[in-house]
Structures are given as C-alpha cells and as structure tokens.
C-alpha cells in the first residue's frame, strides 16, 4: 500500500497507545467527583429544601417561579465535571497533547530509517511531480487563446498565473463564508427552537413536562444539531473538494494540502459551533429582571442553571462526540461503500446477462467492482475532529478520551478491514510525514489550551467559589456560597406584559425572587447595578486565563524541548553510517589516487625508455655514456 498509508495506520496507532494514559486519568477525575458529590456543600445548600429560595422566572409570563431545590440532581451532576481536579486534567491533557506529538515524532523518525525514507525529499519529489490533467488542460486552453490573439512569444512556456485564478479565488471566500454563514445560521435556529420549546412547555398541563424543561429541550436540541452536522458534514467535504478543483493546483500534494485545509476549516465550524455556545455565549448576555435582552425583540435569550452551564456542556459534548463516532465514523464508514459495492455487481450482473456465465471472472474483474480509493483525507479528518473533542473541551467531558479510546480500537480493525476487502488497491506513493495535518495537530492542541482555560474560569463555578473562599467566606468555608452568587429582585418591577400570569402554588404572593448575578438588591441606592464582587470575580478570572494558559504552554514548550526528535539510536546509527560512508568514499578515492599515481610511472618509464632506444647514430661514441645517465635518471625515479 505505500509508506503514505503505512504511516496513517502508524500514526493512528500511536495515537490510540497515548489515548490509554488519558483514559485512565480520566477515569481517576470522574471516580474522585463521584466520591466527592456528598461532601461538596454548594450542592448541598441547593438541595435544602429548608433554604425556601424563591427564583425568578425563565421566562416572560408563561414561566412561573420555582424553587431552587428543584435542580438539585442537576447541581449534584455538574459536580462530577466541576470540581477542583478537572482543572488538574485540563493541564495534564495539555501536557499530554504535547507528549503525543513528541512520541510521534520520535516514532516517526524510526519508520523513516526503517523504511529507508531518510533521504527522501518531499520537496524534491513535488518539484518532479508531473503536473494534474485538469492543470494541463487549462495551460492549454491558455495557449491556445494566446495563439487566436497573435501572441506567439508568450506560449512557449505558458503556465497558470494568479490573475487567471482570481475569479477561483473569489469564489473560494464567498463560498467558504457563506458555508459559515449558513452554520451560524443553523446555531441561531436551534436557538430559538429551544427557546420558543421551552416556553412552550412552561405552558404544558402536564406537571412532568414543566418538571424537566430544561432536559428535554436540551437532549432534543442536542439531537438537531446531531443531525445536521452529519448531513452538513457530508455537504461541505463535496463543496471543498469542487472549490478546490476550480482554483486548479498543478500538483497533486497542491491539490490536496488546499483540500484538507477548506475541508477542515469548514467541518471544525460545523461540528463545534453549537458547543462554542453552550460554552462561551449561552447566559453570558441575558441582562436582569426586568431589563432582559431579546433577540429579534421578542425571543428572550436562555440562562444557564443555577449550578452553571457545564452539566449543559458536558451533554452537548458526549452527544455530538459519541453520535459522530458511531453513526458517521462507524456506520457510514461501512455501509456505504458496501452499499456501493452491492449496486455496482447488480450493474454488471445486468449487464452480462447476454455473455457466457460459465466463464469465471478474473481478478482484476471482481477488483473493478470495488469502491475507488479518494485519498486519506478523509480518515485523518474524522480522528482530527476526535482529537478536537478530547482536548479542547475535555474540561468539561473527563471521559472523552475513555470513549475515543474504545472507537479507536474499532476503527483500526474497520480501516483495516476496508482497505483491503472494500476498495480498490491504491497506488503506493513515498512519503516521509503526514504532511499538514502535523500542523492542523499542533495547532488544535495549542488552541485547546486557551479554551479550556475560559472553559474553567467562564463556564464553571471553580473561580467564583476561589473568590468567594478567600474573600468573602465569614468562616472560611463553602456555607454561604449559593446565596452569595444570587441577586434579589422585587416583582412589582417587572416591565408591562412580563410577570407571570398563572398563581404560584407556594400559598403565598411572592414580592422578592432570586437570579444569578453579582449585583445590587432593590433597597440599595445603586439598585440592580453590578456589585464589587463582580468586578473582582472577573479580574480572577481573567488573571487565570492569562496564568493558565502562560503557564501550561510554557511548560509544553519545555516538553518539548527536553524531548528530542530524534531518537538517540536512531541518531547514532545514522551517524555510524555516515562515517563508514566517508570512510568508503575515501578508502575508494585513495584507490583511485594509487591507481593514477602507478599509471603515470608506468608511462613515464615507458616514454623514457623510448628516448633512450631512439639515441642518434652520431651520438654512438657516447653510447655507453648515454646509457648509464637513462639508468641512472631511471634510479632516481
């Protein structure tokens, strides 16, 4: 199959032996969460029903008020992801993503002296590379326009300019930012399908229904984007690979570095933009009763639960991560090319209905059925996008590598399996790397650093409760937390056509309801003005960020400082070679010199022995002194 594909298989093995550590790790973090969910006291306080903490609606007079000991199970389950040792695995996965491409380089300098690929020049052989078809075709259509113009001298050597791409050009980027677009879009029609769903079921008679508002418009949501990113998954690799063939590259490693490049950027946007908001943009620009922001004037922007928006992320993640896994990397992976093969041998079975159907088909006939071999970029692509959702986000999922480890060890088996009995055998091509999806890999493990440091400080409660413990802790614990990070609101300020219209079922008219938010209460003279602690809440969680990230990249750049790429066998051998090389060259060029210096005596006594049998006549009263001068020249030789 060719060291290229020997390599994909090299890599993606590596990758699943350092997926083992994490796993195990993350096992430890979740198994410490579950242990620790009866000691942890914010929790607590929120499932006391004794506090009798009164919260304000979710939304505009449908939505009623409700007690804060209803998302007790919710804040009980977000302490299995928002505790202190997440922030521990988020540096270690940072330290691990770094690790990773260390053992691969390493790995991968092995395999090139093993296959003998030391000396390969990936540059050098792109340069020799024979230019595409499509490339050709267009130089000639080229030439050919220059000829009908009268222009003889230019089509000599006639080759494809950037003005004659500018049109491809601009198709590229508005194709690419309407792809976008039309993502975003799609995120903003979830948006308002959860929140029109849940204010839909505010009004529901049925008491389940209001009871788990927040789960089923979540889980349903969750499920929509499933769907679309695997439809919209399949629509973008097509619209890349066509935007890609109208910029025409000359070769094929041009051809497909600009495809994986459009392809990746398009399905990254995809596959995590509904994550991003969950993550970044869901409750962080809801405003306060009574001054809430709508959008398009009318749909009210969703909050997060009063535990945080982690648990939310945390579902969002595994549903996507594990729906891609199984459905796109898995099902697809199989059943279309067999779905494929199957239809292609009823074609042929049609059509050699008329020949002799004792003749038994020879090898290369049964092969043609078989489904044709697109490159690698796709296998790469979906274990690119795993790797995304192991590390970018793995804050709030410290069981995504558990579960990519499984799908990985499947995978190999089903790529396996399908190279060799479902499509047609490609062309061995050299290689000595993967090529840019290095690249993309560092640069998605760098990237996952910095999210996972506003995952921390932003999405989860882990500052706040820091600030609140040695700031603001009367007793220097956590009693006393949930009410810190609630506001009070008086209803009578409810704007016209905003309070909740149906009765409450507490047997009393409530006057004061609680929000999260760090601000002022109704008596204050700064009322509904964001508090001090605010502002110092998020002075922390900007210094975090800017330690974290600092801080877990400097210690990245030191891993991968202290651990060479080279191997130091691999280095001695290659430098054992190169001396016994030397030695050779030498050993023959002082061959070569012996050689030249015993021809040149060799002609030397010839041509003196000549002169000396070739003496005049006149001269033969010297003879014999004649002689002895020839010997005696012929001794100091």
């Not at 326009?145 to 089509?155: A, D, G, L, S």
């Not at 480890?405 to 091509?429: C, G, M, Q, S």
């Not at 882990?462 to 802790?473: C, G, K, T």
């Not at 600092?550 to 990245?556: A, E, R």
Request: proline fraction near 4%; hydrophobic fraction near 45%; charged fraction near 20%.
């Amino acid at each position: 199959f060719g060291e290229k594909i020997g390599l994909y298989f090299a890599w993606l093995g590596i990758y699943t032996q350092m997926l083992i550590p994490a796993s195990v790790v993350g096992i430890i973090v979740f198994l410490y969460g579950c242990a620790t969910v009866d000691e942890d006291i914010p929790s607590m306080e929120m499932c006391d029903q004794r506090q009798n903490i009164t919260m304000c609606p979710l939304c505009d007079k449908t939505c009623n008020y409700w007690k804060l000991s209803t998302t007790c199970a919710t804040a009980r389950a977000s302490h299995l992801f928002d505790n202190p040792a997440t922030v521990f695995f988020s540096v270690f996965m940072a330290l691990w993503a770094a690790m990773f491409m260390e053992h691969w380089k390493r790995r991968q300098m092995r395999l090139n002296y093993r296959w003998d690929l030391t000396g390969f020049n990936d540059d050098e052989e792109a340069l020799k590379a024979h230019p595409r078809p499509d490339y050709e075709a267009k130089v000639l259509q080229k030439t050919l326009k220059n000829e009908k113009k009268n222009k003889p001298n230019q089509t000599d050597h006639e080759k494809l300019t950037w003005k004659d791409r500018i049109p491809a050009y601009i198709t590229n980027v508005v194709g690419i930012l309407f792809m976008i677009g039309l993502t975003f879009a799609i995120v903003l029609g979830v948006i308002i399908y959860r929140i029109s769903t849940a204010a839909a079921l505010a009004m529901s008679s049925n008491p389940s229904a209001k009871a788990n508002v927040r789960v089923t418009v979540t889980a349903t949501a969750v499920i929509i984007n499933l769907v679309v990113i695997l439809i919209l998954d399949e629509v973008y690799g097509s619209i890349a690979r066509w935007l890609t063939q109208i910029e025409v590259p000359k070769t094929d490693r041009t051809f497909e570095e600009r495809l994986i490049f459009k392809a990746f950027l398009l399905k990254f946007v995809n596959a995590y933009t509904p994550i991003f908001y969950v993550a970044f943009i869901k409750g962080r620009f809801v405003g306060r009763p009574g001054d809430y922001v709508y959008l398009f004037h009318y749909f009210r922007m969703e909050e997060c639960a009063p535990g945080g928006c982690l648990m939310e992320l945390c579902i969002q993640l595994s549903i996507i991560m594990l729906g891609k896994q199984l459905i796109q990397n898995n099902l697809f992976e199989i059943g279309i090319p067999k779905m494929k093969k199957l239809i292609r041998y009823l074609k042929s079975n049609r059509a050699s209905e008329d020949e002799e159907h004792a003749k038994q088909k020879q090898r290369y006939e049964v092969d043609f059925n078989l489904e044709t071999f697109v490159g690698l970029t796709p296998e790469y692509m979906e274990m690119i996008i795993q790797f995304g959702f192991v590390t970018l986000f793995v804050a709030s999922f410290p069981l995504a590598p558990v579960f990519a480890l499984l799908n990985n060890i499947i995978e190999i088996r089903l790529d396996a399996k399908k190279f060799i009995t479902e499509l047609r055998r490609p062309v061995a091509v050299r290689a000595k790397d993967i090529g840019i999806w290095y690249n993309i890999l560092s640069a998605v493990g760098k990237l996952a650093v910095i999210i996972n440091a506003f995952v921390i400080s932003f999405t989860s409660d882990f500052i706040p409760r820091l600030v609140y413990l040695y700031m603001y802790s009367p007793d220097g614990t956590m009693h006393g937390f949930i009410n810190n990070t609630l506001s009070y609101f008086n209803v009578s300020d409810f704007k016209e056509d905003t309070a909740p219209t149906e009765p409450t079922d507490f047997g009393h008219a409530v006057e004061i309801c609680s929000y999260k938010d760090y601000r002022d209460p109704p008596w204050s003279e700064n009322r509904y003005d964001v508090s001090k602690e605010y502002w110092a809440v998020l002075a922390a969680r900007l210094a975090f960020v800017i330690i974290f990230q600092n801080l877990v990249l400097l210690m990245s750049e030191f891993v991968d400082w202290i651990i060479p790429d080279i191997p130091k066998e691999i280095s001695e051998q290659i430098h054992r070679e190169k001396v016994l090389m030397v030695e050779l060259f030498m050993k023959e060029e002082q061959g070569k010199l012996q050689l030249l210096e015993s021809m040149t005596l060799r002609e030397r006594d010839k041509k003196k022995s000549e002169n000396c049998n070739n003496h005049s006549p006149q001269l033969h009263r010297s003879y014999s002194g004649s002689t002895a001068s020839c010997h005696s020249h012929h001794m100091d030789l």
